[in-house]
């Protein structure tokens, strides 16, 4: 609406190259840099900027503060600049990203251009803090629609047997749903449970080719899958509204997390269910995989040594370099434990002085330097297969007189009825011949340097700064945990959290239904365990099974009563978990 161009700073590459394609789609002209471009990719989008031929531009927050970037925004017409995940601006927030903090600078480039910060997910300290880190002026608004969801009903059990309820859910409820699990090989192996016990279900990871990825979520969003497991690497971008529920079989790492999965159900506005199952080795999990996430802040410095030595680097130089990242012969060269040696990278990455970029973001990327008249005398002057090739790539792919536009050599293998192999040769002989600029995509992943080496004892991440950041993760666990623990509605206890105040409880969680004055009258535990012993003289039958037959019945006194039938050989356990008599 307003006349110039909306810098949009974001911190996931991912999400960025997403909402850029979906505002192609709506023929919107936009782009983004990140690290991983080349200069030359960086200097063409900085010139359409310039020149008015991009109406929004997606940038990452390292990028901010870089001598290239600041010369090219100064001299663009710039009309708004949005905060995208604000949150990361605040020590206070729940991804605190220190490049964030150079957002600020930039404004006295374009001090008429407004700004405006978008979170999901802020406490009242980060909200505040937002505004004084991005020098609001005086009189600046705060929009805040309430976190309450009243369709959303949250529930917590605490569950020895998460697949067995996380099944029974799925059946029960229906639809669409998301099952959240914190490994990657997880994803599969719950899927495949859930494909055996009959419900078509996708799974999604990080790690998957793209081809998989992007075939797992469209099976979902189309209901071929309507269940889909994944890592907390899905979600970011995709709204689908008749989500009926999320089961998280893993405890999130803060209340913030765990609102915003939570919150991909029932966006259509009719009832949708959150589930956390949880047990005490995910409780013992949750305070291990803290520990491990936060080495220590001499070690994170010797790591940062050696990643610099490994690719020799000297002090100050460095910046915008590309290398092959082997993590494991990295680690073997300087002796570190593989995982701590990751979660130090990703403190050095969250500094903004490395980016390690999932070597499945890495794609093929093509330009057309030339004019269509130079085009069109090359297509008739060369073989058929090459202007053959060259044709189908500008149908296929829109924008490449403008842009590095990512390509797939398997997929214009596949039109063109010849080997990936040959495409890419042809590809490499064109680049050679000044008709197309072809950056081919790495076999393996990059480490990316996004600032220059600097020494170890001047690195930003001070220890009274690495220490803020790990207590205030500490206290947001310890909120998760009360989440757990509270008996209080489970709305409430959310909104209290995000600085909301509620006296009316939702109705809708498991604290409310099990102490609403409308339920059953309680079954004594005599009377239930003459029901079970009935039911099971008649078939052996698991605990779901007996559920099912038992309506109305308090799951927890279920099993109590079971263990108890159990220890005094009333009943007993086969091989397929049933009880019988």
């Given amino acids: 609406m307003l006349d110039g161009l909306c810098i949009v700073v974001s911190p996931l590459v991912s999400l960025m190259k997403d909402q850029v394609q979906q505002l192609h789609d709506r023929g919107i002209k936009a782009s983004c840099i990140y690290s991983g471009l080349t200069p030359t990719e960086q200097e063409i989008i900085f010139n359409r900027c310039i020149n008015n031929k991009i109406k929004i531009l997606y940038v990452s927050p390292e990028r901010l503060k870089q001598r290239v970037f600041i010369e090219h925004f100064r001299r663009m017409k710039v009309s708004l600049i949005a905060v995208d995940e604000a949150h990361c601006i605040s ?7 220190p490049p964030y903090l150079d957002i600020a600078r930039i404004r006295i480039y374009h001090q008429q251009a407004p700004i405006i910060a978008l979170t999901a997910t802020a406490t009242p300290a980060v909200v505040t803090d937002i505004q004084h880190q991005l020098l609001f002026r005086p009189g600046s608004q705060l ?7 009243p369709n959303l009903a949250y529930m917590a059990f605490h569950e020895s047997d998460k697949e067995g309820r996380m099944l029974r859910i799925a059946r029960h409820i ?6 959240y699990v914190r490994n990657r090989r997880r994803t599969r192996q719950v899927a495949e449970y859930l494909v055996r016990c009959g419900i078509p279900t996708a799974y999604y990871h990080a790690g998957l080719d793209p081809k998989e990825r992007d075939m797992a979520q469209l099976r979902w969003m189309k209901g071929d899958a309507p269940v ?11 709204d689908k509204p008749d989500v009926r529920f999320v089961i998280h079989l893993d405890i999130p790492s803060s209340v913030e997390a765990y609102f915003q999965e939570a919150g991909r159900a029932g966006r259509d506005g009719n009832k949708a269910y959150a589930v956390l199952l949880y047990d005490n080795n995910d409780i013992e999990n949750l305070h291990r995989n803290f520990d491990s996430t936060y080495p220590t802040p001499l070690f994170i410095s010797n790591v940062y040594k050696a990643i610099c030595n490994y690719y020799r680097l000297p002090i100050g ?7 092959d990242f082997d993590i494991e012969a990295l680690c073997a060269t300087y002796n570190f434990n593989v995982v701590e040696f990751f979660n130090a990278a990703r403190f050095l990455e969250r500094e903004g002085l490395i980016s390690l970029p999932d070597r499945t973001d890495a794609e093929s990327r093509v330009l057309v330097p030339i004019s ?16 053959n090739l060259l044709t189908l790539m500008l149908r296929m792919y829109g924008g490449l007189f403008t842009d590095f536009m990512p390509i797939s050599e398997r997929a214009l293998a596949r039109r063109l009825f010849l080997d990936e192999e040959q495409v890419i040769n042809m590809l490499h002989h064109m680049d050679a011949l000044k008709i ?8 393996k992943p990059q480490i990316i340097f996004t600032a ?6 001047r690195l930003p991440l001070t220890e009274s700064k690495y220490n803020l950041i790990k207590q205030q993760a500490a206290q947001r666990l310890e909120a998760m945990l009360h989440y757990l623990d509270s008996e209080e509605c489970r709305s409430i206890t959310l909104l209290q959290y995000f600085g909301e105040q509620s006296q009316h409880p939702c109705g809708l969680c498991d604290h409310c239904l099990h102490c609403h004055t409308g339920s059953p009258a309680p079954v004594s535990e005599d009377a239930l365990r003459s029901q079970i012993l009935a039911l099971l003289s008649q078939q052996p039958l698991r605990a779901d099974q007996l559920l099912e037959k038992i309506p109305n019945i308090d799951e927890r006194m279920l099993r109590s009563v079971l263990r108890l039938l159990v220890d005094q050989r009333a009943v007993s356990v086969n091989q397929a978990l049933q009880f019988f008599v």
């Fill in 91 to 97: 020590q206070w927030g729940y991804d605190f990203r």
């Fill in 143 to 149: 929009f805040q629609a309430s976190f309450y969801r």
């Fill in 174 to 179: 229906g639809g669409s749903g998301i099952i």
């Fill in 228 to 238: 889909i497991v994944a890592t907390n690497a899905f979600g970011m971008g995709i």
């Fill in 317 to 323: 130089s460095g910046e915008d370099c590309q290398f």
């Fill in 372 to 387: 269509r008249d130079e085009v069109y005398r090359f297509q008739v002057s060369q073989e058929a297969r090459y202007a």
């Fill in 436 to 443: 197309i600029q072809y950056k081919a995509k790495s076999p």
């Fill in 452 to 457: 220059p080496r600097v020494n170890v004892d």
